[in-house]
């Protein structure tokens, strides 16, 4: 008689690979927490794939016991986008960049997301490009100071939130590299969303960005620079003494000052509901930046939509039906054909 499998547990993820970031990085936090996770999803490690492009982050399949891609630059989502419509029970996760993913491969991330696939991005964003030694990236802060802007980044810079909102995203949620806990809960999130999740992660780089995100990760100030969203809970946000709210009038978000116990709907703080269809509500929420608006946290916006990989199969479903299956044979020599002699 068999033996009853083993349950599997983090150490099961881990490889014997020597994980190769500066020391600090937030890329090993992130790394923890994704291993420690996916135990719990019930996905064989055969069943799973992590892809990734070109950047520091993109190492990420060498360190996960399970299959991976690291491809090329940008190009993740699009071999993503190949093995999830092929392989439809896989489950896939796409690793990629503020830079990898949303300048070169800008274009195919919004397809991806846009497609609704069942599959999880994770965007690591530490603001700056770590592997090619510091350059500006598309989400660095305005007047960056970087060896490719020495005299300070002019270009305005995208928020991914709006960008993955902008595409359609039906899952949109953003996590903190040193919030383990938070971390988790997300991407048990992501995973058991049924479409496309996206992930922003921010992430420290302590090499070439180092303090990017201090007031967010540290404990005590991240009660005051981030508002925790919670479906069902008030959009409210500091400690006793400096309890606040957020209020938006024609979409124009402002700060309400609360008492310790004054109730936030009386104030006009509205109940965070991350299942609007329309993005508007969920786009405003993005428009929340530092330093004059706490940042949000958490999940903006979880919908449901037909997933591209099932609408895929159908058609193809109902050509069989309609036409038969098909000879590859027949295909190649139907239409137009040239004979080519030497």
């Not at 719990?40 to 492009?53: I, K, Q």
């Not at 996960?64 to 093995?83: D, L, W």
């Not at 069902?232 to 400690?239: I, M, R, S, T």
């Amino acid at each position: 008689m068999a033996a009853p499998a083993r349950p599997a547990t983090r150490k099961d993820y881990v490889t014997d690979q020597d994980v190769r970031w500066c020391p600090g990085c937030g890329d090993y936090s992130v790394l923890a927490n994704v291993q420690r996770v996916m135990p719990e999803l019930g996905h064989p490690r055969e069943n799973v794939v992590f892809v990734s492009g070109i950047g520091c982050s993109s190492r990420f399949p060498y360190y996960m016991n399970t299959y991976g891609f690291h491809t090329i630059h940008g190009r993740a989502p699009s071999f993503a986008t190949g093995i999830k419509a092929s392989r439809p029970e896989l489950s896939v996760w796409v690793v990629t960049g503020d830079g990898d993913g949303l300048s070169i491969g800008g274009n195919h991330l919004l397809h991806t997301v846009r497609r609704n696939l069942d599959l999880q991005i994770l965007l690591f964003n530490n603001r700056v490009y770590g592997l090619t030694k510091g350059q500006y990236s598309p989400t660095s802060n305005l007047g960056m100071r970087t060896k490719s802007s020495p005299m300070g980044a002019i270009d305005h810079p995208v928020d991914p939130i709006s960008f993955a909102l902008g595409s359609g995203a039906t899952f949109v949620a953003r996590t903190i590299d040193v919030d383990a806990q938070h971390m988790q809960e997300i991407l048990r999130r992501a995973h058991d969303h049924k479409g496309t999740a996206f992930v922003e992660i921010l992430q420290n780089c302590p090499v070439f960005n180092d303090g990017e995100f201090e007031e967010l990760e540290n404990r005590k100030s991240r009660t005051d620079t981030a508002l925790i969203l919670e479906h069902g809970q008030p959009l409210v946000y500091g400690g006793p003494g400096s309890r606040r709210g957020i209020s938006f009038r024609g979409g124009v978000p402002s700060i309400v000052e609360l008492g310790d116990h004054e109730d936030p709907e009386e104030r006009g703080v509205p109940i965070h509901d991350e299942h609007y269809e329309m993005t508007a509500y969920a786009f405003s929420l993005a428009s929340l930046q530092r330093p004059d608006f706490p940042l949000p946290v958490g999940v903006f916006r979880s919908v449901e939509k037909a997933c591209y990989e099932d609408l895929l199969q159908q058609q193809v479903d109902d050509a069989r039906e309609k036409l038969g299956a098909g000879d590859l044979r027949a295909l190649l020599h139907s239409g137009d054909t040239w004979t080519v002699e030497s």
